[in-house]
């Protein structure tokens, strides 16, 4: 049995390599940009301006002029204006480009426009008010996001500025979600009172899409024969397979074996946690990656959580400091294993995140899962653990 640390050492460690492929802009969110953005022009392209109101030059205003007949009027996405009559104005919109011969913008609520002509109504402007200056935000050629990142809706916007319909992005992860087990029933059908129904593969499948992985799901029988041939058929057309069940060390927990006779080679079986520590991890070198995990449902979600998590970053090349929140009150547990306790997580008065803890009824009480939102790491080497202490916390909401 190894501990957590090395656990996660070890599965980040059997990171892959994936290639980039082009994706239209409207499927490129929350996937990794391989290629930087850069301005194809300066940012904002010319002097734009920020308020409704009139454009005019400060020498007047500063000349005691107040009064200033309106000369023309310029809107957003029209051709730029030219004042070219000194002591007047030009009635401006929000985005236009700022009239050649001006250099200061005053706010309609700043000023009362009587006859044609703009009075202002404050004693005090600034030259330049109002503007945004060509290039102030990014020169031409300059990175704007960098490759490596997470695209998000502002990388959206700024790719769609610079003109990007499509972007070159990490290809998404291939997974197949494993179920097998003979008291599993599908979700459709009524169990009888020795079966249930189908639920950690569901569970994983909706964390795996919070990643935007569309994982596809199977189920097999107790039957050694059938979980080889299964394996034997699956291995090679994923990145990745996630197992849940029959990985402990029951009479009928078949997988670790048949996945030793794929050819899969294992690099730990049990590790120092509650819940989860029969959880079997290896990979077929150069190739699948699996994690088969417990069968028990907090078990199969807080592994995946944690350690598929972990791996799924690390692969991306996205380096995240894990969170932390603070216990609000005090929590006991005396085996010597890492902990991964389910907390409901809020923000306290002083801005800090709080995780008061919600223990249910061990591993196999899926409904519990309902009331929490994450999992919080409670070192192993210590029984107390007091309110206020700061953990690692992975959210699963």
């Known amino acids: 049995m190894i501990s957590v640390e090395e656990a996660l050492k070890i599965v980040r460690q059997q990171a892959i390599e994936l290639p980039a492929v082009e994706v239209p802009l409207a499927e490129a969110n929350q996937k990794i940009l391989r290629e ?26 500063a000349a005691g002029k107040r009064s200033f007949p309106i000369a023309g009027v310029g809107a957003a996405g029209a051709p730029q204006q030219e004042l070219t009559r000194q002591g007047h104005c030009i009635e401006i919109m929000t985005g236009a480009m700022l009239p050649a011969g001006t250099d200061t913008v005053v706010r309609y609520e700043d000023l009362e426009i009587r006859d044609q002509e703009a009075h202002l109504t404050i004693d005090k402007i600034k030259k330049g008010q109002n503007i945004h200056r060509r290039g102030e935000d990014r020169q031409r050629g300059d990175v704007i996001v960098p490759a490596g990142r997470k695209i998000a809706p502002g990388e959206i916007g700024v790719a769609a500025t610079v003109g990007r319909a499509s972007l070159p992005v990490t290809r998404p992860i291939t ?4 179920s097998s087990g003979d008291e599993l029933v599908a979700v459709e059908e009524k169990p009888l009172p020795h079966q249930i129904r189908q639920s950690n593969v569901f569970s994983i499948q909706a964390l795996l899409q919070r990643w935007g992985i569309r994982a596809q799901i199977m189920h097999m029988p107790d039957d050694p024969a059938t979980i080889k041939k299964v394996l034997q058929e699956q291995l090679p057309n994923y990145d990745v397979l996630l197992l849940s069940g029959g990985v402990s060390k029951g009479k009928f927990d078949y997988i670790p074996d048949a996945l030793d006779a794929m050819g899969v080679k294992r690099l730990f079986h049990r ?18 990656v699996v994690f088969a995990l417990p069968g028990n449902p907090v078990s199969s979600l807080a592994c995946t959580r944690v350690y598929f998590g972990e791996w799924l970053e690390t692969s991306l090349g996205i380096s995240e400091e ?67 202490e700061a953990y690692p916390v992975w959210s699963f909401r």
């Open 36 to 61: 930087p953005l850069r301005a194809d022009r300066d940012f904002p392209p010319f002097d734009r301006v920020t308020m409704d109101g009139i454009a005019l030059s400060f020498a007047d205003f």
């Open 175 to 178: 997974a197949l979600i494993l």
């Open 271 to 288: 590790v120092a946690q509650r819940p989860g520590k029969p959880f079997w991890f290896g990979h077929i070198p150069g190739g699948t």
């Open 322 to 388: 894990k969170p932390r929140a603070q216990l609000s009150r005090e929590v006991s547990f005396r085996p010597d294993l890492n902990y991964f306790i389910q907390v409901k997580l809020r923000s306290a008065a002083d801005g800090n995140l709080l995780a008061d803890p919600v223990e249910g009824h061990g591993s196999g009480d899926l409904a519990n899962l309902v009331d929490a939102d994450a999992f919080l790491m409670l070192p192993r080497g210590k029984d107390h653990f007091a309110a206020g």
